[in-house]
């Protein structure tokens, strides 16, 4: 069987063999007995990281090749390994891997924590096993075996291929080992050492005079230039030094998109604030991408506003959209911000699942009369450390709920712009200037937030729990909240 073909993702550069690795992930050393794997990590790890499945043979049976060992030493591998992703730390197996039926279990502990899982594969001819086992002192693994672990290997190179791993580095010859730097690179949420202060924007859509009016009023100072082609620029900056942060949703409904998208792009350009990806922001990612997207929701206010603007333009916000996190965690880990907010359990990680609870919010995986995604209030049952200030789901006020709060008060539905200064905890708002576009859902009170467990107004919880008690048993409307088990990428409205 050939060998894969390798990309520019999947190979770094020859001349420097540069592997990048996110600072939280489960990596996968691959490559039959006499690879030099051990070596490896032993280079580039601290050693409580390197999780060997000879080191635990040995602590069963005294002998790392007391093959009699090898059922109880992975499950005890695959147990630590839990447990410190659990925990949060960067985790490297020293195995073979050379079988799929191997690596399964280990992504399978990547997909549970949502974290990244890598693979570094020693892809070197067969003769080249041999004689590095020859070569060791003491142990040898012998000629029989590592041909065994040649043929899986061989025969695993498809499903290596197919596999869920973030990235795969293809090492070709032990000089190339020898060669390899890795770094490690945190998650693109991953801000902790951003210490503020900060002032959090909540949902602009679009509704720029009342997003400069709220800067002003938090002492920023806002200036329009023209560029030599005449293009509108923004400079912002704060005589204290603060800096924005938007909890996503720019656009779609509002009157003034393109200008909320320049002020917000440029601010973040020079290092001045930062914002997460909020769903209608992913919308129009996905519809600048060439993608196929309902122009509904509001999002035909932004295609309309965007026809008259350049091509270079349009390429500079989808690079702009392309690069923003899903989430944020700031301040040593004190502070969280997510577009629809995020249960404790992702905070930090990276995922599918993440991405889209980070977007999307908890939802029963149901949907109301018009098509709308039911959210559960995953806020009443918060118990994090950290801080989490989101919005999408708009609300007559700020409202907080444990170490929660959501700042999304409807300015383009003719209520608020709120900012949540940090860590002050001070809110500050201007009202809008007028009512840009009709709710898809009347405002949820705080009243609302405090007492229900699915985020809807009040009368339609009501008619949810009279059908359920009008339906048959075993009919009932689901609202059981399983996170991320469904998703509402594909529905419109919302926050």
Known sequence: MERPATTERDQPNERHRRLVVPALSLILLVGPSGAGKTT??????????????????????????????????????????????????????????????????????????????????????????????????GRRVGQEVIERQFRQMEESRNALLEEPFQRRYW??????????????????????????????????????????????????????????????????????????????DLADRGPKIVPVLRLAMAACSRGRAAAVLGNHDRKLLRYLEGHNVRIAHGFEVTVEQLAGESEDFKLRLRNFLRRLPHHLVLDGGRLVVAHAGLPEEYQGRDSPVVRRVALFGVTSGEVDDRGLPIRVNWAREYRGRALVVYGHTPVTEAVWINRTINIDTGCVFG????????????????????????????????????????????????????????????????????????SAEGVGGGG
């Not at 195995?95 to 191997?102: F, G, L, P, V």
């Not at 900056?237 to 996503?248: C, I, K, N, T, Y």
């Open 171 to 248: 090492i070709r010859s032990p000089e190339e080992a020898a060669r390899a730097v890795v770094v490690r690179r945190p998650l693109d949420c991953d801000r902790r050492w951003w210490r503020g202060p900060f002032d959090i924007i909540g949902d602009v859509h679009g509704c720029f005079d009342e997003l400069v009016e709220l800067l002003e009023r938090l002492g920023y100072q806002v200036a329009e230039q023209r560029s030599r082609g005449g293009q509108v620029q923004y400079q912002l900056a704060h005589p204290e030094g603060r800096q924005l942060l938007f909890v996503g």
């Open 415 to 486: 209520n608020r712009l709120t900012a949540l200064r940090y860590p002050e905890l001070e809110l500050v708002s201007v009202a809008a200037h007028h009512a840009y576009a009709v709710p898809p859902r009347r405002l949820l009170t705080p009243n609302e937030l405090l007492e229900q467990p699915l985020l809807l107004p009040r009368e339609e919880l009501a008619a949810i729990v009279e059908r359920n008690r009008s339906q048959a048993p075993g009919e009932l409307v689901p609202v059981s909240a399983v996170p991320g088990e469904r």
């Open 40 to 137: 490896f990590a032993r280079a580039h790890f601290r050693p409580t990281e390197v999780l060997s499945s000879d080191a635990f043979r040995a602590m069963i049976a005294d002998d790392e090749s007391d093959q009699s060992a090898t059922r109880e030493a992975f499950h005890l591998l695959h147990e630590v390994a839990e447990a410190r992703l659990r925990r949060g730390r960067l985790t490297v197996v020293d195995a073979t891997n050379t079988r799929r039926e191997a690596r399964l279990p280990l992504l399978e502990l990547a997909r549970r924590y949502h974290v990244p899982c890598i693979a570094i594969i020693f892809d070197f001819p067969k003769e080249v096993y041999l004689a590095h086992d020859r070569q060791r002192p």
